[in-house]
């Protein structure tokens, strides 16, 4: 099965910036269209961001200017630069693919942006 470990979260002041990892164990990881979810207490989880295998990106409209999606194929890698934070932003941060079917969730990275 595959693996999906995020990491980078933490707490930062609102206007703060942090950049989130996703390590994937996908043998076919360049493949796929991935992308970035996040989830606050009591909410859907939605898609913020999403690049796919050609390096086209979508971000949600709520963080569109303000955050990056990347991704380095050869490492297995996405990453999420996250400027501007706001304390809107604070949620569980999860990565996974955003076409077809998704792996298993992982843990999840928590960001927690302070006013």
């Known amino acids: 099965q595959v693996q999906l470990v995020e990491s980078g979260g933490g707490l930062v002041q609102a206007g703060g910036s942090l950049r989130l990892s996703c390590a994937a164990s996908?043998?076919?990881?360049?493949?796929?269209?991935m992308g970035w979810y996040r989830q606050a207490p009591g909410k859907e989880r939605e898609l913020v961001a999403s690049?796919?295998?050609?390096?086209?990106?979508n971000y949600a409209d709520s963080v569109n200017g303000r955050f990056t999606i990347s991704r380095d194929n050869a490492k297995k890698t996405m990453y999420l630069q996250m400027n501007s934070l706001k304390p809107e932003d604070t949620a569980v941060y999860y990565c996974n693919k955003a076409r077809g079917g998704g792996f298993a969730w992982g843990q999840g990275t928590q960001v927690t942006v302070s006013s």
């Open positions: 690049i796919s295998s050609g390096g086209t990106t």
């Open positions: 996908a043998t076919m990881f360049s493949i796929y269209t």
